[in-house]
């Protein structure tokens, strides 16, 4: 008699498809990508318990599909997925949420012999489906929390490449589980991965999405729901949406509870509606939030904290760019502030300190391969005299592509003042005001709830105040009425702009 096959989730049949991976590539390769010794890949592939952390290497290291892992569903590896293997895990939930449906029917209509054993036969299937459901997700939990870790550190660290591998394994993962918690989790780092690459409408959906299920009854209760409010908060404010994000901050403020008082994420929403508020032009009462909001005893929260109080001081006057620089690359996010604001700053000595103290000057700083740093360098090159063919060809090329792919207004401004600076660096009078009045033109045609950021706008018009032709003398009108404002608002770095001075 021959012998039934093992149970597709059982360890026997994890450790035959084990072996077939090891057909194609060495156990040493597999030790080294899984990070385990030879010797356990080997007695895992004998038959040996295989732990969840295993499984979850060999998905992140060698970028095993998890489902084909788990179940023997689909295409060994993730670049191999094809639809008919996520059809098939959409088919077994859909089938068990149906069951489910039809189990909680008020069946009292169905009489006889025949329609009771059609009510044994699928109570039996629910049962079965409903373990197999069960195991699915002790199975799973393991793997998708790991995979998720390790999505949002590649995001920490800016590695989009590595990023966009692990959202297609989570996302694997994600449909043959049905954690509510890890679903959550899993959009709150992809809310944040879209974020990070400029697709604000994405970003803005799946955070409104967490932040809406942690609303039980209409109040925040626990630390987790304020940590949602925060993150979605960030989010608007990350994509211009200042006073929604203001309106966000303060009602949270408004309604937690008394017991939270003075915690660390309550500090962090004060300190970032005063950071908001900052933006918006009051600079007095925001200052005055942000610092009420110190000291800050979360390590984890401290770095932004202490940005959003530098970026403020900065405005104030009360400290420099250079002693701003000073204190080091405290985040990434940081740096790509530090590395924004030395082009308001404007000097070859801004760039290059910039340059030197948050490019590639440990794990808080940016990568070489970020826009912005990129950027930086040509535009630092064509400053010096000794770049100014790469620059040219910066322009012309990598930035004319971003400019392409701006997935948002917002991103298209950027773009426009990037190019409006580096043909002023390169002597390009017509290119200089083409860009400068393409980036006011944005700038006025944007909706009402989009508020672009304080140190683009002054970039702008800190550019403006150097307009001689006729087509951009009406935007240094304007930029000599806002530095005015502004300065006399309370921001204490804009008082030689104040007077029209560039």
């Not at 200042?242 to 017991?259: F, I, Q, T, Y």
Request: glycine share 6%.
């Amino acid at each position: 008699m021959s012998k039934s096959p093992p149970d597709p989730g059982s360890n026997d049949a994890i450790a035959l498809r084990l072996r077939a991976l090891l057909d194609s590539r060495s156990q040493a390769d597999v030790a080294r990508k899984t990070g385990q010794l030879r010797n356990n890949v080997s007695r895992y592939a004998r038959g040996a318990k295989i732990p969840i952390e295993f499984g979850a290497a060999l998905v992140r290291g060698l970028g095993v599909n998890p489902a084909w892992l788990l179940l023997g569903e689909g295409a060994p590896f993730l670049s191999d997925v094809t639809a008919s293997t996520v059809k098939a895990a959409e088919d077994l939930l859909e089938l068990v949420e149906a069951m489910s449906a039809v189990a909680r029917m008020q069946l009292g209509s169905l009489t006889g012999k025949h329609h009771l054993k059609v009510l044994r036969e699928l109570s039996d299937a629910l049962a079965t489906h409903e373990k197999l459901r069960v195991e699915l997700n002790a199975r799973t939990a393991p793997i998708f929390r790991q995979v998720l870790a390790d999505y949002w550190k590649a995001l920490e660290k800016w590695d989009f490449e590595r990023a966009d591998d692990l959202r297609k394994a989570a996302a694997q993962v994600a449909r043959l589980s049905d954690d509510e918690k890890l679903a959550a989790e899993f959009d709150r780092t992809r809310a944040y991965h879209a974020y990070l690459q400029h697709d604000e409408a994405q970003a803005i959906a799946l955070q409104r999405r967490v932040f809406q299920r942690m609303l039980p009854a209409g109040t925040l209760l626990d630390d987790r729901s304020l940590r949602e409010a925060f993150n979605f908060a960030t989010t608007l404010q990350g994509s211009s949406r200042m006073h929604e994000a203001l309106r966000v901050c303060k009602g949270v403020l408004l309604m937690a509870p008394d017991e939270s008082r003075g915690t660390p994420i309550l500090r962090f929403i004060s300190a970032l509606s005063g950071f908001v508020e900052m933006e918006l032009g009051d600079i007095r009462s925001g200052l005055a939030r942000i610092q009420a909001s110190f000291p800050q005893p979360d390590d984890r929260m401290r770095p932004s904290q202490q940005s959003m109080l530098l970026h403020c001081l900065m405005y104030s006057g009360a400290i420099s760019f250079e002693a701003a620089c000073a204190m080091g690359p405290v985040s990434p996010a940081h740096a790509q502030g530090m590395l924004v604001r030395a082009l308001y700053e404007d000097t070859p000595q801004a760039l290059e300190l910039a340059s030197k103290t948050f490019i590639n000057s440990g794990p808080a700083s940016l990568a070489e391969n970020v826009h912005v740093c990129a950027y930086s360098r040509a535009l630092l090159g064509a400053l010096k005299g000794s770049g100014r063919k790469q620059a040219r060809e910066f322009l012309n090329g990598a930035l004319a592509k971003e400019r392409e792919g701006a997935k948002s207004e917002t991103e298209k401004f950027d773009n426009a003042l990037f190019a409006m600076r580096l043909c002023r660096a390169l002597d390009d009078a017509q290119g200089f005001a083409h860009w400068m009045l393409e980036a006011a033109r944005i700038l006025d045609a944007l909706p009402k709830e989009i508020t672009v950021g304080l140190l683009g706008r002054t970039i702008l018009w800190k550019n403006a105040l150097l307009a001689t032709d006729g087509k951009t003398q009406a935007l240094r009108v304007r930029a000599q009425a806002m530095f005015k404002q502004l300065f006399e608002s309370g921001y204490g770095c804009f008082e030689a702009l104040a007077s029209g001075a560039a």
